[in-house]
């Protein structure tokens, strides 16, 4: 396999994480970091091992020998950072929640594949082993026919009006950066468009969603699903189907276990798949495989799931008419 030339748009928190992981597997080279500063580009490379550093987000994308380009700035930033890297012939490796609509993500998927470019959602959960293998379990019939999916994701975080997750203008609150995960579990264990979506949040005095709550009926089921930054939770996820049931542990969206659960409660089988690197080394394997095979969409991340669960935030938000500024300005 060849090995891929990536760059990092972003410095922040995930764009840690995510570098570790890409300086360690084998497939991927960490090429180029680019910020909107130059001192923080070459703080970053020299922390990481990147071999190009660049202050701006144009310059990164002028590079002729990037292959991919991972995108992690805040959700605002998303749309205008991956068209330009589109424009410019890179495939895209997007940080989620993708976009802050369906309509810009229509967009950028337009655009990748009038490119020819492979365009994934860096929903790194979907890619990981435990998770694969509880998909697994269902479509082997061992809870039979799935009638309820619960899942949570709730943690206390402070009051910060400069963090990017109270801010409305970067595209914040729980929705989504949080809700993103259980409904994406939700989606992929029903796999179809639910029939409907009830929800009520909690909007704060800046405007975005500080907690939510979602039912969403699906035809032969039901999902109840939270997020929030008011309470401390335990965010396991259950899956409930008429023979038996399966528990993700705790911060079920980045647990490496599950276990499954016979009708009358009992363990029947529990997985524990640690991480190699630290978990994010299987969305970027499954992007380099991606880009092997000439694939311009990821089997483990579809697009149609991606475009599943957009649909499904856009509906929450017009329920809470709690609107993005400028979201519906496309500059192009
Ligand atoms: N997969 C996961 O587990 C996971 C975890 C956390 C976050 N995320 C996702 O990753 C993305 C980034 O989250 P984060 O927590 O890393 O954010 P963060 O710490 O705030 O970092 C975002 C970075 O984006 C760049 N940026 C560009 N325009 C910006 C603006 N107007 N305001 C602030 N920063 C701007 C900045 O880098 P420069 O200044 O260098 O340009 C900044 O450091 C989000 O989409 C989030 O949902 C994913």
Known sequence: MKKYRFAILGTGRIAATFAKALSEVSEAEFYAVGSRTKQKADAF???????????????????????????????????????????????????????????QLDIMLKAAAEKELLFMEAMWTKCRPVYIKVLDWIRQGRIGKVKYVKADFNNLVRYDRSDRLFAPELGGGALLDLLVYPLTLSSDVFGEYPESVTSAANIGKD????????????????????????????????????????????????????????????????????????????????????????????TLVPHSSTKTVMKIMDKCRSDWNMQYPDENVIKM
């Open 207 to 298: 405007g975005v969603d500080l907690s939510n709550a979602v039912i969403l009926k699906y035809k032969n089921g039901f999902a109840a699903l939270s997020s929030g930054f008011e309470v401390p939770n335990n965010n396991n996820a259950l899956i409930s189907g008429e023979k038996g049931s399966i528990i993700f542990s705790d911060w079920f969206f980045c647990t490496s276990e599950a276990a499954l659960y016979d009708r009358n409660g009992s363990e029947i089988e529990r997985i524990n798949i640690p991480d190699e690197i630290n978990g994010y080394e299987y969305e970027i394997r499954e992007f380099c495989r991606c880009l092997d095979k000439g694939l311009k969409e990821s």
């Open 45 to 103: 490379a020299e922390k990481f091992g990147a071999v190009k550093s660049y202050g701006s987000y144009e310059e990164l994308a002028d590079d002729k020998d990037i292959d991919a380009v991972y995108i992690a700035t805040p959700m605002s930033c998303h749309f205008d950072n991956a068209m330009l890297c589109i424009n410019k012939g890179k495939h895209i490796l997007c940080e989620k929640s993708v976009s802050l609509d369906s309509r």
